[in-house]
């Protein structure tokens, strides 16, 4: 069974929380203060973490950082309702997603099933050769990943994003087949996710010879892992 943690000081909704999940099959533990909750998280006992990005000791973005400097755990942070700071910022210090506060248990439910599902595909028990681009190679099994033999550290939705641009190399990927395909959800007015992300993938690739990004950005239309 999939063992979930929250950590989130507002008591009251994290149970309501744990009642509609546990009933939908998940096992959640519930902890309101960060230190602990980076504990717990560092245990590598849980599946997935919920973090709310306001709690009374830790800044959520501050555990985050300190989560993604050990673990890869997938992360559905908590935001204000509204709050693009925080989306973005929760983004850049390594969340999978975001859910934006009040929200109901069942589009909770929604999101951290989506977020499984890409992070943690079905295996097939075949030992599939990796994607190749260029540089690049993925092992979609394993979860891994080599850029100019070296590994690289990604998240789960980067290695998701990495392996749509990898799968279409040279070409262009719309913002939007980004979003539906690694996000569950199409692309929103506003939202910045993909571009977020798309940042965070960008620094580890580094740059080419002479300045440029590995990934191309086609102003209001997508993105591209350019050909060499």
Known sequence: MTKVLIIDDDIELSSLFKDYLSQDGFVVDLIGRGEEGLNMVLSGIYQLIILDIML???????????????????????????????????????????????????ELAARIRSILRRIHPVDSGIDN?????????????????????????????EFNLLTTLAS??????????????????????????????????????GVQPDGRSYIQTIRGLGYQLVKE
């Not at 990796?130 to 690289?152: I, S, V, Y």
């Open 56 to 106: 009374p000791d830790l800044k959520g973005t501050e555990i985050l950082m300190r989560i993604r400097m050990k673990s890869q755990i997938p992360v559905l942070m908590f935001t204000a309702k509204g709050d693009d700071v925080d989306r973005i910022i929760g983004l850049e210090s390594g969340a999978d997603d975001y859910v934006p506060k009040p929200c109901t248990p069942r």
């Open 129 to 157: 050769p990796p994607l190749m681009a260029g540089p690049l190679k993925l092992w979609q099994e394993k979860r891994k990943a080599t850029w100019f033999d070296k590994d690289l550290e990604l998240t789960g939705t």
């Open 168 to 205: 279409n190399y040279g070409r262009l990927v719309s913002k939007n087949e980004l979003s539906e395909k690694n996000l569950g959800r199409p692309l929103a007015r506003f939202d910045r996710s993909i571009d977020v992300h798309m940042s965070s993938i960008r620094q580890k690739l």
